[in-house]
């Protein structure tokens, strides 16, 4: 074995070494991915099933046919499923904080920020996956986006930007909570009317005055829009703005309250 | 392995605490813990279950923040100056604290890179210890398919990556099969060897034994007894002189002579036969069984024991032993 003859001791942590250790949580979570692939059912399997379903369901009844439906759906299970597994997050965090390897972490003198921020880096993988698979399952049904490639990209870019923003709260509750399973409950009992109360699924209009007024303020409506307007449009307007300050505020609120709660349990 | 500076951070103590204080809820699991391990020793914290010793463990590695005292590693505080330390010691938990989903090179190599090493140096880092550790051939297989005593040994050679001056050992062999266990006590010896400091916790009073210079022993979140192992071992007391006649009948006689050579009250269980005293003095056993040849008494069985660190522990901690009992389970087996 080498000798490290003289130890340089140090007691912060640069900047510099804080992007690498995350990175290398990061690819530890890739790692991970890699070996046990059946943890991707969730964001493989149900781009697809949703994509399909809502589809054959919705479209006659809303647009008349599924053709002209799919500019209005597509973009509504793809931000429905890409910030729907954002959750996953905070589930694994928990289901890792409670095994022995995250002692280790604790105990190297690595940034203490890095396991979060390292696994929260690594989900973004998942978000990659879920978004190519909604828009590959659109394209194959049918749905030729106006806005071209390149927004369509752009739109891509956008949601999973965000769902990386909104998995810092899930990431929260995954610190805080006691079980995974409890991050689960109370994540789903946020999300699932977050994403159903907005214009994911069906036009705005059609809902009684008192709920058009949440979906209305409902952020997830403004993400849904800013992804139409993108890839259908290739526009630009005050919903992507929108989305983008709201995306910017949770990480400012949510990244410092979870790394305290994380140091205060470390 | 080559061997590690342990005097390079200042000070000959390895680890200095000052009445930790660990509270959770109503349950006071460390309660005033004073410890000093001495640089180059192998020091054994003992006690029972949840008698404080991983807790205490936790928060010398700065995994754990004390409610009250403090603790210094090589000088250096664990709390204001806790990332340092953290590049002094190396932890391997009471649970294996390496990737279940990854390969044993896999966590070696994460684990390197967070250590400040390169990527091939990582590599190499990983496959020299994986090598030293007997556990090449199973490098690449997923560690589910691991046993309990690779996955220990693999947790410890993921403390050693960065060579640490410290190494805290939470109960190393808990749940090993004696083989595996030995071969674990053995890779300690040899890391004092090479300069390293191990302070280790343990339920199992012969691993104290075999291993520690000094034993701290600790029951309810406090340190009863310290000392090393001779001195705990002689403030129980003395050795006992066990002996069996052949002829039941013999027994009287036999215990007469006893007290009378050895000047001691003794006792017997009738049942077995077997005749116990204590001796103060090996020099008067000559004694003893002379006088036994002349009355023509045989003997089927005779031993000395040394007070055992079960003892010193129980007789230190206040459960004492029951003897009668004791005695009685160990003739239902023999039986």
Known sequence: MSQPTARTLKNHTSFGQTIRNSLTMAYRGLLKIKRTPEQLFDVTLQPIIFTLMFTYIFGGAISGDVASYLPIIIPGILVQTVIGTSVVTGVQLREDMDKGVFDRFKSLPIARIAPLAGALLADTIRYTIATVLTFTMGFIMGYRPEGGFGNVVLAALLVIACAWAISWIFAFFGVIARTASSVQGISMLVLFPLTFLSNAFVPVDTMPNWLQFFVKINPITHLVSAVRQLANDGTVGWDLSLSLIGAAVIVAVFAPITVRAYMRRT | ?335
């Open chain 2, 1 to 335: 392995m080559n061997h590690i500076q342990a005097k390079e951070p200042k000070g000959e103590w390895a680890v200095e605490a000052r009445g930790l204080v660990k509270t959770f809820g109503d349950n006071r699991a460390v309660d005033g813990v004073d410890l000093n391990v001495r640089a180059g020793s192998i020091y054994g914290v003992l006690g029972p279950h949840g008698a404080g010793k991983t807790t205490t463990i936790r928060m010398l590695a700065t995994l754990l923040k004390a409610d009250a005292g403090s603790a210094k590693i090589f000088g250096r505080d664990t709390v204001k100056e806790s990332q340092i330390v953290r590049q002094l010691i190396g932890v391997t938990g009471q649970y294996a604290s390496v990737d279940e989903s990854l390969s044993a090179t896999e966590n070696l190599v994460i684990f390197s890179r967070w250590l400040g090493l390169g990527r091939k140096e990582a590599k190499r880092k990983a496959e020299e210890l994986l090598e030293e550790f007997g556990l090449s051939e199973a490098a690449r297989r997923p560690l589910k398919n691991f046993s309990g005593g690779m996955r220990r040994r693999l947790d410890l050679a993921a403390s050693l990556i960065a060579q640490p001056p410290l190494i805290f050992l939470d109960e190393p062999t808990t749940g090993l099969d004696p083989r595996t266990r030995s071969q674990m006590w053995e890779t300690i010896r040899r890391l004092v060897n090479t300069g390293s400091t191990v302070l280790l916790t343990t339920q199992y009073l012969d691993e104290a034994d075999q291993l520690a210079d000094r034993i701290a022993v600790i029951d309810r979140g406090h340190v009863v007894a310290e000392g090393t192992v001779d001195e705990l071992k002689a403030s129980v007391g003395t050795s006992s002189l066990h002996l069996r006649v052949s002829e039941p009948r013999d027994i009287g006689n036999a215990r007469r002579l006893v007290e009378q050579v050895l000047g001691a009250q003794s006792s017997v269980s009738s049942e077995a036969g077997k005749i116990t005293a204590p001796m103060a003095d090996a020099d008067a056993i000559t004694d003893l069984l002379i006088a036994l040849r002349a009355e023509g008494i045989s003997l089927s069985e005779m031993s000395v024991q040394k007070p055992t660190l079960d003892e010193v522990f129980l007789t230190i901690t206040g459960q004492g032993v029951n003897h009668e009992a004791e005695a009685a389970s160990a003739k239902e087996v023999t039986a």
